[in-house]
């Protein structure tokens, strides 16, 4: 089955930090989703990332897929207090019927 | 309108009770889902059912039973609770050809 190694798996940065999150895979990623869970909530998705070398961006955030698609990292320019919260990634079967998370990272962003 | 609703949102009952959490989307996805989210927050699939069928059923206790009574709804019923049982509980749904899931908002359950 496939093992998704997140790093760090704590995170704490000065509002206007720039952070990294990197989530690695024992076996090629077929699809890798990146999500955020705010205390007391669901999952939000965020971005997801198919293609060797692919990178996405929305507003402050970015996440990139390697070209060996083994390892996803995804970036936080400029983090504010919003920013804080678990961010999980999961990597999808190649039927894409289920979705395997890693072990989440817990961001807190001080004002 | 919630897209994934699942109900109640807390839960806190004995050891050795029987709870259910109930799951609906309103979004005509076919595939469902329960996760369990643990106190390090590790998410772990528990179950997935397809218009109604079981399609995955990962090493989850029998004590644990889903039931799909139709594709728009999946509820899970937990006999005889354990201090272990504690967690939240995720529902989430997928549309076809996508690995993205649509999560309910979480039933943290404790089991005392």
């Known amino acids: 089955s496939q093992e998704l190694e997140q790093s760090p798996q704590s995170l704490i940065v000065q509002e206007g930090k720039n952070l990294t999150i990197n989530c690695t895979s024992s076996?090629?990623?077929?699809?890798l989703y990146w999500y955020k869970q705010k205390y007391g909530e669901g999952l939000i998705f965020l971005m997801m990332l198919q293609k060797g070398g692919e990178e996405k961006s929305h507003e402050k955030i970015t996440a990139k897929l390697d070209e060996k698609k083994q390892q996803s990292s995804l970036h936080i320019t400029a983090s504010q207090p919003s920013h804080a919260g678990i961010y999980l990634c999961?990597?999808?079967?190649?039927?894409?019927?289920?979705?395997?998370f890693g072990s989440g990272t817990q961001l807190t962003v001080l004002p | 309108d919630t897209a994934v609703s699942q109900t109640p949102k807390y839960l806190v009952t004995q050891m050795g009770n029987d709870k259910s959490i109930k799951c609906e989307q309103n979004?005509?996805?076919?595939?469902m889902y329960w996760y369990k989210q643990d106190s390090k927050k590790f998410l772990k699939i528990m179950f997935s059912y397809n218009n109604k069928e079981l399609i995955i059923n990962e090493t989850v206790p029998n004590r644990f039973s889903p039931k799909s009574p139709d594709k728009a709804h999946l509820n899970l019923h937990i006999n005889s609770l354990e201090l272990g049982d504690s967690a939240v509980y995720f529902c989430?749904?997928?549309?076809?050809?996508?690995?993205?899931?649509?999560f309910g908002e979480g039933s943290r359950l404790t089991v005392l």
């Open positions: 979004l005509g996805h076919d595939t």
């Open positions: 999961g990597a999808s079967s190649g039927s894409a019927r289920q979705l395997t």
């Open positions: 076996k090629t990623l077929y699809g």
């Open positions: 989430a749904s997928k549309p076809p050809n996508t690995g993205e899931l649509f």
